[in-house]
């Protein structure tokens, strides 16, 4: 199956929403296109939005708005922890969360991605999306499956990022929204330690959204949904963030308020 669908003489992106809705994108060029061992990577320019890349046929972040993505993946434990000395990100092969965590100085950031050739498509062709951060010597890079990189990890930290593909979207990324996965996530934080996850369209599939909510309360006491607007993904997008310290949830729930982030239609 390819990325593009020729429907009229122009060349258009289509990206799948619900179950009955897709999107139609106007590409402009087409930049980059593979086939790893784990998945299809494609990235294009498109026309109202600049560069952005697909996996498995499905848009996870464009030029135009990726800042609004990431900051509500990585503000509400960025700010909540500003002290922070270590980070665990999982995916986000476009580097933009060790971006972000570098320019917050944390001193230990290590970044698992299971797939080399996505990394080094986004380190060659969206040096505007990750700002060198993905050729740093102060960032570790490390090949392997989240949820087996946990599972042997004898680490601890302060903050665990998780930009993975959307659950039950993509074989590759399964584990990563696992209770088994979340239970060795809490294991592998310190005392005050803060995990946060994307976890798909709060609105075309609301159920696997609030699914994910429920497996991530099986290890965390403190666990808070929001939702943002990423005009790319047609969608108010929804995150988590958990803890199992009072103090830390009340400073993320705070980040939260400050910088706008709703939490509607969630108990």
């Known amino acids: 199956m390819t990325l593009y669908k020729r429907v009229t003489p122009e060349m258009y992106a289509v990206n799948k929403l619900g179950e009955g809705t897709y999107q ?56 909540a922890k500003p002290d922070a000395r270590s980070l665990l990100i999982i995916g986000s092969g476009e580097g933009v969360a060790a971006r972000n965590a570098l320019r917050a100085n944390i001193p230990e950031v290590i970044m ?50 998780v930009d993975a593909t959307d659950p039950e979207r993509s074989g590759v990324s399964n584990s990563l929204y696992s209770e088994m996965f979340y239970h060795h996530a809490k294991r592998a934080l310190t005392e005050s330690g803060v995990f946060v ?24 006491e403190f666990v808070r949904p929001y939702e943002v607007l990423v005009t790319s993904f047609g969608s108010r997008w929804g995150f988590y963030v958990a803890t199992n310290n009072r103090d830390s949830a009340e400073k993320v729930e705070d980040v939260i308020i400050k910088s706008g ?3 509607k239609g969630v108990t």
């Open 112 to 161: 698992v991605d299971i797939d080399p050739e996505v990394v080094e498509a986004c380190k060659r062709y969206l040096p505007e999306f990750h700002g060198g951060a993905l050729s740093s010597p102060q960032l570790k890079l490390v090949y392997s499956d989240g949820l087996e990189y946990l599972a042997r990890c004898e680490k601890k930290f302060d903050m665990i990022i």
């Open 197 to 220: 996850t994307q976890a798909g369209s709060a609105w075309y599939r609301r159920r696997v959204f609030e699914g994910v909510g429920e497996k991530i309360s099986s290890s965390f």
């Open 261 to 263: 982030y709703e939490r």
């Open 24 to 79: 139609f994108f106007t590409v402009k060029k087409a930049v980059f296109g593979s086939r790893s061992k784990f998945q299809d990577i494609w990235i294009c320019v498109l026309e109202d939005f600049g560069k952005s890349l697909f996996l498995d046929q499905e848009l996870q972040s464009t030029e135009a708005d990726h800042e609004i993505f990431h900051s509500a993946l990585t503000g509400p434990v960025l700010g």
